[in-house]
């Protein structure tokens, strides 16, 4: 599945999480997939993103792993079926949107936590969203950058 399918999959998911168990069931799966989409740019993206694609990686594996994720086997894993990314920027506007959201939602978790372990685990979740999300701020600049520097299709045909 490409990867805006899965991140609108996410975004409506995470959405209609009422209690806090399925909202930390759907941070974790978006996590996992900001994991992914980090992975797939690092190796196959633009050269200028990949320095910052690695950090989403890493970034995105912290945050999953700050939580006590659900016991999903991997064709519960959104991420496991990730097939392309498609077009960089839009997808990067697309995760942006979704990890803001995951930062909302860990909020209104951490406030209702039974316990302190519960309430640090929404912490270190929330950090790890907030650098997730500005590894894909800079990738999104790094593009604008790029695009800018770019000649014009009509002048590089054929001016003389």
């Not at 909020?107 to 969203?129: K, L, N, P, S």
Request: with cysteine.
């Amino acid at each position: 599945m490409e990867a805006m399918r899965l991140i609108e999959v996410s975004r409506h998911a995470l959405a209609r999480s009422q209690e806090s168990s399925d909202i930390v069931t759907e941070v974790w799966q978006s996590q996992t997939l900001a994991q992914a989409i980090g992975s797939r740019l690092a190796i196959a993206g633009p050269p200028e993103l990949r320095g910052e694609a690695l950090g989403l990686s890493e970034a995105g594996g912290r945050g999953w792993g700050a939580l006590n994720g659900p016991p999903l086997d991997p064709e519960g894993m959104r991420a496991a079926r990730l097939t392309g990314i498609g077009e960089a920027y839009d997808v990067l506007q697309g995760l942006d949107e979704l990890l803001g959201e995951v930062g909302i939602a860990l909020v209104g978790v951490a406030m209702g936590a039974d316990g302190e372990g519960a309430y640090w685990q929404c912490m270190e979740a929330i950090d790890a969203a907030d650098e997730s999300r500005d590894r894909v701020l800079e990738m999104l600049r790094r593009l604008a950058v790029r695009e800018q520097h770019l000649p014009e299709p009509d002048s590089a045909a054929g001016s003389s």
